[in-house]
């Protein structure tokens, strides 16, 4: 309900101090630390304080800074986009679903419980600890094995032009970009939609 950048302000204003470092920076070190880290807390934690660090302030102001976050942000304060539910419900009578997610694990495990995905979903793959972080073609593979499909037979859906949809390049897979904006010519999904609706009218369905 809150993007990681609005809680991350409100964050530097419980602690009292001017934002030290942009979300983007955190963004940029994510993954970084999540190859490192158990848990969400700890990755935050961890790279909050390096980012001080680097950036000319006392580390731990970084990881008040984390406390405070970590206070702020509740996993399960999420909601289905419009027409998920519908766009799964059908989905799901003729195909077998998937998750792979970059994350930590308990993080978005709260996500995933808190919609109650897994009425629809058979298997979830939490990329970055047990396998290499999108975009690297393991957690794809890994995904595809427990759903006993091969690169022909599947399609992943993201909207992320450097993970989801390069990383189901890397794999093999064709790809759907939810994404109201043009593709680069780096990355070239299969297809585009502007919202999870456009799933239902696209030819594979």
């Known amino acids: 309900m809150r993007s990681p950048g609005e809680v991350l302000r409100a964050s530097f204003e419980i602690v ?9 920076e955190y ?37 008040d800074v984390a406390d405070a976050f970590s206070a702020e942000r509740d996993q399960t304060n999420v909601e289905l986009l419009p027409s998920v539910t519908r766009v799964l419900n059908e ?8 998750i792979v997610t970059n994350g930590a694990p308990d993080a978005q495990r709260q996500k995933i419980n808190a919609v109650n995905l897994e009425r629809w979903v058979e298997t979830i793959v939490v990329a970055g600890y047990d396998v290499p972080p999108k975009p690297d073609p393991e957690p794809f593979e890994r995904a595809m094995q427990s759903l006993d499909a091969t690169p022909s037979t599947t399609v992943h859906v993201g909207d992320s032009l450097e993970t989801d949809i390069a990383g189901a390049s890397a794999a093999g897979l064709g790809s759907i970009w939810i994404s109201d904006s043009d593709a680069t010519e780096e990355y070239t999904p299969t297809h585009r939609i502007e919202s999870v609706g456009g799933l239902l009218s696209l030819p594979w369905i």
């Open 16 to 24: 009292g101090i001017e934002p030290m470092f942009s979300v983007e």
């Open 27 to 63: 963004y940029d070190r994510y993954d970084e630390f999540a190859e490192q880290c158990d848990s969400m807390d700890e990755l935050r934690a961890e790279c909050f304080v390096a980012l001080a660090d680097e950036n000319g302030y006392d580390g731990q102001l970084g990881r």
């Open 91 to 98: 989905v799901s009578q003729e195909y077998r679903l998937g």
